[in-house]
């Protein structure tokens, strides 16, 4: 008789095998035997939020190219696709029967996150309503389908409410998942209240709703010792203000570390004021959808300075607050300079954006690795661009707003970027519009980690190529410029790149007409990208009356 591994030592090779994502041994040793089934079911349903039959790790092919023609081929994707929907659907029903006790292993107790979301995309795929929708609701879980009149074609019809549906399956599953550290989807305003005194390791929430936590503050701080996180969609109602700000009040001091909010909402004042309560602890704030009149509030964050990560994004770009809030202006700008420890910083539509950031920029202590700005003007902003050399600690730069034809603008603006030596990530969108050739080869000769760059221009040709090719980590290159490239060009280019270019990916997305690449000839050059760095080439020819700027550059 062959010897026996220890428990222990299977329970670690099924671990390995879960931080790998290995879905198809875990499988083959679950079935192998009633040892190994326990340790492989547990890393299995530990992970089963990015399994490759969900729509967060979905399997499913593009159909494409000649197999659109091909009936036969079309109609065997179509069997695949839908194989893997009953599969997915197979997976949330065993899970809601191992809540209800009515499966061989309890693997409701073994999952860690529940994307619910995931669940409401399955309720919600016209394939699941068609054909599948019958099993999964048969027998026990008939009872938590809930539906709704949709009319239809003049008359009402009966639909799966997704919404209400999850919800009432989400109440069965979380009665069995004493180890569950993430929560999030689209959950009732009354769901939650009744679900946190079962998640005694809740680390991680994610609502759609901020509705959804009124008055479960205290009920976080009395059995979820771990909470850290909270994501919220939006938040609408007039009095979301006072409710989150008791929520935050709520909690356990010092302990949120992330808040992120993804849309428009009534935070304000109360809400700034009570997030520092977690001061010492909150080191990740996103705050998108901020509303104009939240603007004036903002400096009632000052005392949130641990923060390495800020996001911060007005809803339309109306407050000026400088000319109307000089005095918040100026403290919000002292609360920028004293985040010491700030890496990531972000700011969209938001008018003195690049006055807030300046001074953050020239701060000697303050080292960022990634930065984004969105809607702003070139021309009134030399003073961030010069502080911008200042960070050459930066590692990823977006910045999107209205070019200036002024070449000196532009010239100040490549002259600052040329000194970030150790960018990977360089992404312009519409601030280089009149970048020329000169412009993107100095670029390219100065910034040499790049790995992933996008850029406009006007006009960009063949000049660029050479210095283009000694980027030896470029991965990603995006050309929103009006380009006049030719096939001899971008193939003696192809042919420079190195072995690190593997993988490259040339999106040419304003090829003039007039300078037009054959069928042939981008052809030859798809065929040498593969067969040189295994890449590929997107070519698209710009469309209208777009071949020239309305007005010239001005020096």
């Known amino acids: 008789m062959g010897s026996v591994l220890p428990d222990d030592l299977l329970h670690m090779i099924c671990g390995q095998l879960w931080e790998q994502r290995d879905f198809d041994t875990l499988y083959h040793c679950a079935c192998s035997g009633k040892q190994l089934a326990v340790p492989a079911l547990m890393s299995i349903y530990r992970m089963h939020d990015v399994a490759p039959i969900t729509s967060a790790g979905s399997d499913e092919v593009e159909i494409t190219g000649p197999e659109k023609s091909s009936k036969t081929a079309y109609e065997a994707i179509v069997r695949r696709q839908e194989r893997v929907l009953t599969k997915w659907a197979n997976m949330w029903r065993t899970i809601v029967l191992s809540s209800l006790n009515k499966t061989m292993f309890s693997y409701s107790r073994y999952i860690r996150t529940?994307?619910?979301?995931?669940?409401?995309?399955?309720?919600?795929?016209?394939k699941f309503r068609d054909k599948i929708s019958t099993s999964f609701f048969k027998g026990e879980l008939g009872a938590y389908k809930a539906e709704r009149n949709v009319q239809f074609s003049k008359k009402p019809v009966k639909r799966i409410d997704a919404v209400e549906t999850l919800n009432q399956l989400a109440e069965v599953i979380t009665e069995q998942t004493p180890n569950l550290e993430e929560l999030s989807g689209n959950i009732n305003s009354d769901a939650l209240s009744r679900w946190i005194p079962r998640l005694h390791n809740l680390k991680h929430l994610s609502v759609w709703k901020g509705e959804a936590l009124e008055g479960?503050?205290?009920l976080i701080r009395l059995n979820c010792p771990h909470f850290k996180t909270l994501k919220l969609y939006g938040w609408q109602h007039s009095d979301a203000d006072q409710h989150f700000a008791t929520f935050l009040n709520d909690i356990r001091p010092q302990s949120l570390e992330s808040f992120e909010i993804f849309s428009t909402s009534q935070i304000a004042a109360e809400s700034f004021l009570a997030l520092?309560?977690?001061?010492?602890?909150?080191?990740e704030l996103k705050l998108n959808g901020i509303k104009a009149e939240a603007m004036p509030a903002l400096s009632m964050l000052k005392g949130c300075t641990n923060l390495t990560s800020l996001l911060l994004a007005e809803t339309v770009a109306t407050q000026d607050l400088e000319?109307?809030?000089?005095?918040?202006?100026l403290e919000a700008i002292a609360w920028l300079c004293e985040c010491k420890a700030l890496q990531i910083i972000s700011?969209?539509?938001?008018?003195?954006?690049?006055?807030?950031?300046?001074?953050?920029?020239?701060?000697?202590?303050?080292?960022?690795?990634?930065?984004?700005?969105?809607?702003?003007?070139?021309?009134?902003?030399?003073?961030?661009?010069?502080a911008l050399a200042h960070q050459t600690s930066l590692q990823g730069l977006w910045l999107k707003g209205e070019s200036?034809?002024?070449?000196?603008?532009?010239?100040?603006l490549v002259d600052s970027l040329s000194k970030l030596e150790n960018l990977v990530d360089l992404r312009l969108r519409d601030v280089s519009d009149f970048f020329k050739d000169r412009?993107?080869?100095?670029?390219?000769?100065?910034?040499?980690?790049?790995?992933?760059?996008w850029t406009s221009g006007f006009p960009i040709t063949d000049a660029i190529w050479s210095d283009m090719a000694t980027l030896r980590f470029l991965r990603r290159l995006e050309l929103s410029a009006m380009t006049h490239f030719t096939a001899n060009g971008i193939v003696d280019f192809i042919r420079n790149l190195g072995s690190e270019n593997r993988g490259l990916v040339l999106n040419i997305m304003m090829q003039d007409t007039d300078h037009d690449l054959s069928e042939e000839e981008q052809t030859m050059i798809r065929e040498i990208m593969s067969l040189?760095?295994?890449?590929?080439?997107?070519?698209?020819?710009?469309?209208?009356?777009?071949?020239?700027?309305?007005?010239?550059?001005?020096y």
């Not at 200036?404 to 100040?412: F, G, N, P, R, T």
Request: aromatic share 6%; glycine share 4%.
């Open 114 to 126: 529940l994307r619910l979301q995931d669940l409401e995309d399955l309720l919600q795929d016209s």
């Open 216 to 218: 479960t503050g205290e």
């Open 276 to 283: 520092n309560c977690h001061r010492e602890s909150l080191t």
């Open 323 to 329: 000319k109307t809030h000089k005095d918040v202006f």
């Open 347 to 386: 700011m969209d539509k938001m008018l003195n954006a690049p006055g807030l950031l300046t001074p953050v920029l020239r701060e000697h202590s303050i080292h960022l690795t990634k930065l984004e700005l969105e809607g702003y003007y070139v021309a009134e902003s030399r003073d961030f661009h010069q």
């Open 404 to 412: 200036s034809d002024v070449m000196s603008d532009v010239d100040l």
């Open 439 to 453: 412009h993107i080869c100095q670029l390219a000769r100065s910034l040499r980690k790049l790995e992933t760059w």
């Open 532 to 554: 040189e760095v295994e890449g590929r080439l997107e070519f698209t020819l710009v469309r209208g009356n777009c071949h020239e700027p309305v007005f010239q550059p001005t």
